[in-house]
């Protein structure tokens, strides 16, 4: 079975572009939940969205938004992005909302 | 304020050096405690999830142990393929949100 695919892999935006990064969870989970880690750290959680809704939100800027589709793919947007926006961007797939989570292999973020 | 602590944050180790990664944790109403691996620049692999004080798990040369106050992620003569970076994480919120936090991770390496 495919795991979760995120595109894609890599990606060099400008100060001030906008990005969009897409995830497509397991078959069968419902939840996608996006991190961000920069080098050295652990992943910080960014937004869940369970059977389309959002259930979940850190502490980011409104520049940073989310979507769920009916088929619970799921699309990550950045507006306005700054060089400190560079990071990996992770897509996370569960079954129910509490439960082990399963990762993409992540998109690699560049602002310049 | 719920947070979740690793060290040491690097450990280097010899082919055959057993040794034991701990995961400090504080949370309000522990919901699950998972492990992942991460190798570098892609996304963290499922390991484990621990539920209950004096619960454990067992995968090939790791063994994760859980107490109350803390996880050890136990690896026994490990190998050069076991290099990689360890995270824990521990749901947090309300029951209505899967958000995660994670450790800063422990970077193993294990020489030949």
């Known amino acids: 079975d495919a795991g979760v695919t995120q595109s894609p892999t890599h990606l060099i935006k400008t100060r001030g572009q906008h990005v969009t990064l897409r995830c497509s969870p397991i078959?069968?989970?419902?939840?996608v939940s996006w991190y961000q880690q920069v080098l050295g750290q652990g992943p910080q959680f960014i937004f869940q969205?369970?059977?389309?809704?959002?259930?979940g939100r850190g502490n980011f800027p409104d520049r940073f938004s989310a979507r769920q589709f009916p088929n619970y793919s799921s699309e990550l947007n950045v507006n306005a992005l700054l060089l400190g926006d560079s990071a990996l961007y992770l897509c996370?797939?569960?079954?129910?909302?509490?439960?082990?989570?399963?990762f993409g292999q992540g998109t690699r973020l560049t602002v310049v | 304020e719920d947070q979740v602590t690793q060290s040491p944050e690097a450990l280097r180790l010899q082919e055959g050096e057993s040794s034991s990664l701990n995961c400090s944790y504080t949370?309000?109403?522990?919901?699950?405690l998972f492990w992942y691996r991460q190798d570098p620049g892609k996304g963290p692999e499922f390991l484990f999830t621990?539920?209950?004080a004096g619960e454990e798990k067992e995968k090939e040369r790791l063994k994760a142990t859980l107490t109350k106050k803390e996880s050890f992620l136990h690896i026994t003569a490990p190998k050069p393929e076991d290099s990689a970076t360890y995270l824990c994480?521990?749901?947090?919120?309300?029951?209505?949100?899967?958000?995660?936090?994670f450790g800063q991770g422990t970077t193993l390496q294990v020489k030949p």
């Open positions: 621990l539920y209950s």
């Open positions: 994480a521990v749901p947090t919120g309300s029951g209505n949100t899967g958000k995660l936090i």
């Open positions: 969205y369970y059977e389309k809704e959002e259930r």
């Open positions: 996370a797939s569960s079954y129910r909302v509490v439960t082990e989570a399963f």
């Open positions: 949370v309000s109403g522990l919901r699950g």
């Open positions: 078959s069968g989970h419902k939840s």
